[in-house]
Every structure is written in structure tokens, then in C-alpha cells.
């Protein structure tokens, strides 16, 4: 097996890894940054690529969304947008035993190598169907319309607290129940035009 690194590195970190790796008998080469180019002829031959990230900051990952549609397994920790890729699609990683899972998942890969292709494969179509722009026009749009149904509850709540304001009060009057039932027909409201069709609604 042999480990290939890409990507930003620093010189101190080249040198702290490629000696490690001499003193463990590990297969390393360590490319450093890639153009385009290069970067697709290193996916294309690779069988396995990491996308191992603790903590998991971003929303997505479009490291592990261009593995998986070039057809390849990735390995992902278990967690936040990775957590939510179905489990056929990728290898996840469990953090609490991050390097013996690595470890243990590897080697099934290589006692399994027919394995890398099925998951690569059902990465792929996975990808391939979720990760497009008419997907994530759809999600906008739907989240927009969602946005918009909570403009008169929004609107309410703003003009109470301004008749609040002017009256100088501290904000406990909101806790009566006398101002909170009231407020309930928003939610009628909003159910209701969740529920009807039309371009007027939205």
C-alpha cells in the first residue's frame, strides 16, 4: 500500500512525515500542491481517498463530493455533513477510535478489493443524483418559501414590542397569558397556507 499526500504542506511537516514514515516502513509520497490537472490524474489512480476532518466545520465537503463522483471510496469521519452520506457510499470513521478504525477498514479493503468498487460505485450514483444545481435551486426555493410563511408572525411580534417600548415596560407582560394565546392564529395561519398550492403563497 502505498500513501500518497496532496495538498499545501509545509517543509517542517514534509520532513516530520517522510521520516516517520522511513522509521515505519510506510510507503509515502507526499506531492505537495497540484494544479487541476494533476489533481485529477491523482484521484483517477488512487483506490481510496481520505476526507477524514475532526472537527467537521464545514456544510459539505467538496473534497469528498468530487471523490465520490469520479466512481471512488472514501473514507469520512462519522460526523456532521459526512454523518448524513448514506453508509453504502462511504467508509465512516468512527472518532472515538479513529486509528484503529482507519487501520481495521484498510485492511478489509485490501483483503476485499472488490469492496472499493462497490462502494465507489454506489458513491457515485449517490453523488451524482444529490449534488447537482437543480437540487440545490429546489432546497433554496423551498426554504424561502418556508422563510417567507413566518412574515406576519415576524411582523406581529415587532409591533408589540414597539406598543412594549412605548410603554416602557420590561418585557414580563409577554408572559401573560393573556398576550401569548392570542398569538396562537399565527401558527393556524401558517399550517394553512403551508398546506395550499400556488405561486401566490410562496
Known amino acids: 500500500m502505498t500513501y500518497r499526500l496532496v495538498g499545501a504542506v509545509s517543509p517542517d511537516m514534509k520532513t516530520t512525515l517522510t521520516e516517520l514514515a522511513a522509521q515505519l516502513g510506510v510507503k509515502l509520497l507526499i506531492s505537495g500542491q497540484v494544479d487541476d490537472e494533476k489533481l485529477e490524474y491523482v484521484i483517477t489512480e488512487s483506490d481510496v481517498i481520505s476526507s477524514l476532518r475532526w472537527p467537521a466545520l464545514e456544510a459539505a465537503s467538496a473534497?469528498?463530493?468530487?471523490?465520490?463522483?469520479?466512481?471512488?471510496?472514501?473514507?469520512?469521519t462519522d460526523t456532521g455533513f459526512y454523518a448524513e452520506i448514506p453508509d453504502p457510499c462511504v467508509i465512516k470513521i468512527k472518532q472515538t477510535d479513529e486509528?484503529?478504525?482507519?487501520?481495521?477498514?484498510?485492511?478489509?479493503?485490501?483483503?476485499d478489493q472488490d469492496r472499493i468498487l462497490c462502494i465507489g460505485t454506489e458513491a457515485q450514483h449517490w453523488a451524482s443524483q444529490t449534488f447537482t444545481a437543480q437540487n440545490?435551486?429546489?432546497?433554496?426555493?423551498?426554504?424561502?418559501?418556508?422563510?417567507?410563511?413566518?412574515?406576519?408572525?415576524?411582523?406581529?411580534?415587532?409591533?408589540?414590542?414597539?406598543?412594549?417600548?412605548?410603554?416602557?415596560?420590561?418585557?414580563?407582560?409577554?408572559?401573560?397569558?393573556?398576550?401569548?394565546?392570542?398569538?396562537?392564529?399565527?401558527?393556524?395561519?401558517?399550517?394553512?397556507?403551508?398546506?395550499?398550492?400556488?405561486?401566490?403563497?410562496?
Open 63 to 76: 473534497s469528498a463530493i468530487e471523490a465520490m463522483l469520479y466512481g471512488k471510496a472514501v473514507m469520512v
Open 136 to 202: 440545490y435551486a429546489e432546497q433554496l426555493i423551498d426554504a424561502i418559501s418556508h422563510i417567507s410563511r413566518t412574515t406576519p408572525a415576524k411582523n406581529a411580534i415587532n409591533n408589540f414590542c414597539k406598543i412594549l417600548q412605548g410603554w416602557s415596560t420590561d418585557g414580563l407582560l409577554l408572559s401573560t397569558d393573556e398576550l401569548i394565546h392570542p398569538l396562537h392564529i399565527f401558527e393556524s395561519i401558517n399550517q394553512e397556507m403551508a398546506t395550499k398550492e400556488g405561486p401566490e403563497n410562496c
Open 99 to 111: 486509528i484503529g478504525h482507519i487501520q481495521s477498514s484498510l485492511e478489509a479493503l485490501l483483503e
